[in-house]
């Protein structure tokens, strides 16, 4: 059974950093794209940044771009989003996901993923 643990979130000043991380397994877990998804109070889950399998690609969504960095660790199981610059709107549960499908091409939509962690809060003050 696949299982994602993430940790990491806390509260930080706006212009701080946070590194959040992803702990995976069940899963030959090189093969799949891992994503990074976040929830603000009443807002829908949306996509923040995707790696590939072996950590060579990855994608952003706008809003994070040149301040958000996805990695990973094939050796550890893990997947990391660096968050540099944060801002008051970053504030949200992030959550990690596993793509449903090995080797495929990165995604943004959630129902491309099938395993969820339990989310981890990070909160920005201004």
């Known amino acids: 059974q696949v299982q994602l643990v993430e940790s990491g979130g806390g509260l930080v000043q706006a212009g701080g950093s946070l590194r959040l991380s992803c702990a995976a397994s069940?899963?030959?877990?090189?093969?799949?794209?891992m994503g990074w998804f976040r929830q603000a109070p009443g807002k829908e889950r949306e996509f923040v940044a995707v790696?590939?399998?072996?950590?060579?690609?990855?994608y952003y969504a706008d809003s994070v771009k040149g301040r958000f960095t996805v990695s990973r660790d094939n050796a550890k199981n893990t997947v990391y989003l660096q968050m540099n610059s944060l801002k008051p709107e970053d504030t949200a549960v992030y959550y990690c996901?596993?793509?449903?499908?090995?080797?495929?091409?990165?995604?943004?939509?959630?129902?491309?993923?099938?395993?969820w962690g339990q989310g981890t809060q990070v909160t920005v003050s201004s």
């Open positions: 790696v590939s399998g072996n950590g060579g690609s990855s």
């Open positions: 996901a596993v793509d449903r499908q090995p080797y495929g091409r990165l995604k943004v939509q959630r129902e491309a993923y099938d395993y």
């Open positions: 069940g899963r030959t877990f090189s093969l799949y794209n």
